[in-house]
């Protein structure tokens, strides 16, 4: 992790400036989401998984995450800042979420074992199908009067 990488981190963990970005970007600087709906995520994710008869861990360190959810939605919205344009970022991205996804499979599949409810892995299959990502750059920024936070001086050059 460089300078900028660090500072952009530290600054966007800030839910005042995340919610910024995402109205910013998603809703044309109406302010949808506010600060006090989201949720800040951990950052390491992992799984034990086995592989020739043996356990081993798998690991991945993200930048920022976080969650807003209601009673209609739950989304998580994260990211990944680099300094220079990395290609391979989404592929990144999506293996964070299919580690988290695990964890989680592994956590129901272990409640669901332990009350002897599930029958098959199948009938995981409602929690995990919905998969979705978006990928915006930052640098698609156009319109610096979007942002309400000090983003808008900050992204735009």
Do not use: W
């Not at 799984?47 to 969650?67: L, N, Q, S």
């Not at 592994?106 to 979705?132: C, N, T, W």
Request: glycine residues 6%.
């Amino acid at each position: 992790m460089g300078i900028i990488n660090t500072e952009v981190n530290a600054m966007l963990e800030r839910p005042a400036i995340f919610a910024d970005l995402v109205n910013g970007l998603l809703h044309g600087g109406e302010q949808v989401l506010k600060p006090e709906d989201l949720t800040p995520l951990p950052l390491r994710y992992g799984v034990i998984v086995e592989e020739d008869g043996r356990r081993k861990a798998v690991e991945r360190t993200g930048d920022v995450r976080m969650r807003a959810e209601n009673d209609v939605y739950s989304v998580t919205f994260f990211d990944e800042t680099q300094a220079k344009v990395d290609y391979g970022m989404p592929v990144r991205n999506m293996l964070y979420d299919a580690l988290e996804y695990r964890r989680q499979v592994q956590e129901m599949e272990k409640g669901h074992r332990e009350r002897r409810e599930l029958k098959s892995p199948e009938e995981l299959l409602p929690f995990v199908a919905d998969y979705r990502l978006n990928i915006i750059p930052v640098r698609a920024i156009k319109e610096p009067e979007n942002y309400k936070s000090c983003l808008h001086t900050f992204f735009i050059c």
